[in-house]
């Protein structure tokens, strides 16, 4: 585990921005898995931005998305589908066919989980997936739990996660309490991991992850477990392993 400490905000999202753009350049035909909320917002304008001057090529890039909201429509502005086109897709050469988010209106969950899960595998599996961590710890929304999620799969959130994500709504209220998520085992079988963490309470949950055992009570510890992950920590973020890796 690669654990990189950034300046700031700016300096995370260009670190994170030339990673991505790196691999794209490596094997322009990549399967990315992407995240969605505030933390990445500023490293897919970044990647906007390198597409824009510098012509980085995503006409062969292939996605998959982690996780969506049950219940928002593809419309709505608070869906992950929204969010993706709005502040990336819509500005670079990503074919449409080769963009796949989980059917947040599916009436089938099951069904549409399978289907996810066999189209990553078709694929060849993800090449690199870009992680956020959420203040308790979960991937993707995989929440704290007795036990780890291995596929994708339906996930009920936490209240700190709903709490944590109401600033994205008018009321707390409105809040999804369900989404589609992919599965642990899903994201450790990507071939690189690049998580970010931006923020001073994200701080506690990087420890853990980080320098603490290996439990699904922070669902990001699992990531220890794999042999090719860079973390990328706002200096904020830092506070707590900050001496650990000085």
Known sequence: MRIVIARGYEDMSMRAAMIVAGQVCLNPD??????????????????????????????????????????????????????????????????????????????DIDQECRRYDREIQQCGGIDLQILGIGTNGHIGFNEPDIKFEATTHKVKLDQETVSANARFFADISEVPRFAISMGIKTIMHAKKILLLANGKSKADAIYRAIYQGITPETPASILQLHQDVTVIVEESASEYIREKIA
Do not use: C
């Not at 399967?31 to 906007?48: E, F, I, Q």
């Not at 090529?57 to 996780?67: G, Y």
């Not at 219940?71 to 074919?95: C, P, R, T, V």
């Open 30 to 107: 990549s399967v990315l898995g992407l995240a969605t909320g505030s933390t990445p917002l500023l490293m897919y304008n970044k990647l906007v931005e390198m597409h824009h001057k510098a012509g980085l090529d995503f006409s062969n890039v292939i996605s998959f998305n982690l996780d969506e909201y049950l219940g928002l429509a593809k419309e709505d502005q608070n869906s992950y589908y929204w969010y993706m086109y709005h502040n990336f897709f819509n500005y670079i050469n990503i074919a449409s066919g080769n963009i796949h988010i989980p059917n947040g209106m599916t009436q």
